[in-house]
T-cell receptor, first 115, second 111 residues
Framework: EAGVAQSPRYKIIEKRQSVAFWCNPISGHATLYWYQQILGQGPKLLIQFQNNGVVDDSQLPKDRFSAERLKGVDSTLKIQPAKLEDSAVYLC?????????????FGNGTRLTVT | DAKTTQPNSMESNEEEPVHLPCNHSTISGTDYIHWYRQLPSQGPEYVIHGLTSNVNNRMASLAIAEDRKSSTLILHRATLRDAAVYYCILRDVGGNTPLVFGKGTRLSVIA
C-alpha cells in the first residue's frame, strides 16, 4: 500500500514569513495527526483529526499555527508568521479509526528551517 | 508527558542480539506498551506492541515483566539497518489515542 505522502520535503523561510505543509494519508485512514519534532527530541503532537473534525488541538499554538482537513482526506498545516523556534521537522501520521491499537503510519516529514 | 524511562543510547555489534529496556512504573491497567523506531531522516515506524504476554513478530520480540512495570524490546540479530532511535510508549487501549513520545534510545550498530 502507498504510505503517507508529505510535501515539500524541505523548506527554508525567513522569520515572519508564512509556510504551508501538505499531507496525504493512507487511503481509508480516518484519523490524521500532525507532529512537530525539534532536533534531538521525540515528536510532539500538534493536532489530531478524525475525518474532518478536530479531536485534540490542545498543543497547537493557535496564534500562529492552523490546520485543516477538508473532505476528511488531505490535510494542510500552516504557520503564519513563522518564528525561529519553529525550525523543526513536521510529521504527518494516519491510522485506522475505530480499531484498538491501530498503529500510526508516519510520512517522512517536512524539514523547516526558519532564518 | 511521556511516562516511560529509557537509556539515552546503546551500542551493539552486528549480528548479535540487542535488548532495549524500558521502565514504566506508573503503567495503568488499560495501557498497552508500544515500540516505534525512527531511522535517520525518516518518520517513526511501528515495531510491536503488547499488554501482558510476551509478543513476537517478524521485526522483534517484546518481553513484558510480570508486574508490567518494565519491558524489553529484543532484536534477535542486529543489522546495520537497525541503527535508529527506539521509542517505548504507553498508549491507552481506548479509541485512537495519539502517541506521546519521549526521547527514546539511540541504538548504534557496529560492523
Amino acid at each position: 500500500e502507498a504510505g503517507v505522502a508529505q510535501s515539500p520535503r524541505y523548506k527554508i523561510i525567513e522569520k515572519r514569513q508564512s509556510v504551508a505543509f501538505w499531507c496525504n494519508p493512507i487511503s481509508g485512514h480516518a484519523t490524521l495527526y500532525w507532529y512537530q519534532q525539534i532536533l534531538g527530541q521525540g515528536p510532539k503532537l500538534l493536532i489530531q483529526f478524525q475525518n474532518n473534525g478536530v479531536v485534540d488541538d490542545s498543543q497547537l499554538p493557535k496564534d500562529r499555527f492552523s490546520a485543516e482537513r477538508l473532505k476528511g482526506v488531505d490535510s494542510t498545516l500552516k504557520i503564519q508568521p513563522a518564528k525561529l523556534e519553529d525550525s523543526a521537522v513536521y510529521l504527518c501520521a494516519s491510522s485506522l479509526a475505530g480499531v484498538y491499537n491501530s498503529p500510526l503510519h508516519f510520512g517522512n516529514g517536512t524539514r523547516l528551517t526558519v532564518t | 508527558d511521556a511516562k516511560t524511562t529509557q537509556p539515552n543510547s546503546m551500542e551493539s555489534n552486528e549480528e548479535e542480539p540487542v535488548h532495549l529496556p524500558c521502565n514504566h512504573s506508573t503503567i495503568s491497567g488499560t495501557d498497552y506498551i508500544h515500540w516505534y523506531r525512527q531511522l535517520p531522516s525518516q518518520g517513526p515506524e511501528y515495531v510491536i506492541h503488547g499488554l501482558t504476554s510476551n509478543v513476537n513478530n517478524r521485526m522483534a520480540s517484546l518481553a513484558i515483566a510480570e508486574d508490567r512495570k518494565s519491558s524489553t524490546l529484543i532484536l534477535h540479530r542486529a543489522t546495520l539497518r537497525d541503527a535508529a532511535v527506539y521509542y517505548c510508549i504507553l498508549r491507552d487501549v481506548g479509541g485512537n489515542t495519539p502517541l506521546v513520545f519521549g526521547k527514546g534510545t539511540r541504538l548504534s550498530v557496529i560492523a
